[in-house]
T-cell receptor, first 116, second 109 residues
C-alpha cells in the first residue's frame, strides 16, 4: 500500500542533543514538507522540498535542518539550537501538479517529541 | 492580514444539528482549496476538495466564493463522530499548502 511513514511515533530528547525524525513516502510525490504543531495551535511550516537535493526554509526553520538525497526520504534533524523543540511534528507529501485534484497533501502519523 | 483565517471555535452543537464553518484567504492567486479533518493527537486527513462549482459528499457540502475569497463547509445531521478540528487549506500552486489554524467542533449527545 502506498503511503507516508514517520518514525518514531514518540521521541524523547535530552537538552543539548540533536535528534533526527524519519519520513519516507512511496507515493512517488515530488514535494515533501515538515510541519510543527503545538498544543491547540495550527500547523507551521519548517522546511519543504520540491525536488531531490533542494529544499527551502519555511516560516520557522531556525534550529532545524533537513536533507533530500532521495525522492522518497526527507529526514528532519532537530538541533540543540532549537530552544523549544517539544511539539508534534508532521511530515507530508504531495504532487506538484497545478491540477486541483493532484495537489492535496498526505500526512504521516506524526512524531511527538519531548525534551526531558 | 493572515493568509488563511478561521474562527477557532469551539462550536458546540447537538447531534442532528447543521453547522457551518467559513474560512477566508488573502491571496487572490490561490488555485485550489481543501478541508482537512484532524482528530485529537492525530495527523490531518483530507475531508474534501473544494471546487468552484461547489461539491457535496454525503452530509458534507463545500463551497467556494472567489469574489469574496472565502470557502465554507456545511455539515448536516451532525454525528458525535464529527467532533474534530476542521482545517481550511489553500494552495497557490507550486508552493506549500497554507493551513488555517482550524475550527474545533464538538457534537454533543
Amino acid at each position: 500500500d502506498g503511503g507516508i511513514t514517520q518514525s518514531p511515533k514518540y521521541l524523547f530528547r535530552k537538552e543539548g542533543q540533536n535528534v533526527t525524525l524519519s519520513c519516507e513516502q512511496n507515493l512517488n510525490h515530488d514535494a515533501m514538507y515538515w510541519y510543527r504543531q503545538d498544543p491547540g495551535q495550527g500547523l507551521r511550516l519548517i522546511y519543504y522540498s520540491q525536488i531531490v537535493n533542494d529544499f527551502q526554509k519555511g516560516d520557522i526553520a531556525e534550529g532545524y535542518s533537513v536533507s533530500r538525497e532521495k525522492k522518497e526520504s526527507f529526514p528532519l534533524t532537530v538541533t540543540s539550537a532549537q530552544k523549544n523543540p517539544t511539539a508534534f511534528y508532521l511530515c507530508a507529501s504531495s504532487t506538484l501538479g497545478r491540477v486541483q485534484e493532484d495537489s492535496e497533501a498526505f500526512f504521516g502519523q506524526g512524531t511527538r517529541l519531548t525534551v526531558v | 492580514r493572515k493568509e488563511v483565517e478561521q474562527d477557532p471555535g469551539p462550536f458546540n452543537v447537538p447531534e442532528g444539528a447543521t453547522v457551518a464553518f467559513n474560512c477566508t484567504y488573502s491571496n487572490s492567486a490561490s488555485q485550489s482549496f481543501f478541508w482537512y479533518r484532524q482528530d485529537c493527537r492525530k495527523e490531518p486527513k483530507l475531508l474534501m476538495s473544494v471546487y468552484s462549482s461547489g461539491n457535496e459528499d454525503g452530509r458534507f457540502t463545500a463551497q467556494l466564493n472567489r469574489a469574496s475569497q472565502y470557502i465554507s463547509l456545511l455539515i448536516r445531521d451532525s454525528k458525535l463522530s464529527d467532533s474534530a478540528t476542521y482545517l481550511c487549506v489553500v494552495n497557490v500552486g507550486g508552493t506549500p499548502l497554507v493551513f488555517g489554524k482550524g475550527t474545533r467542533l464538538s457534537v454533543i449527545a
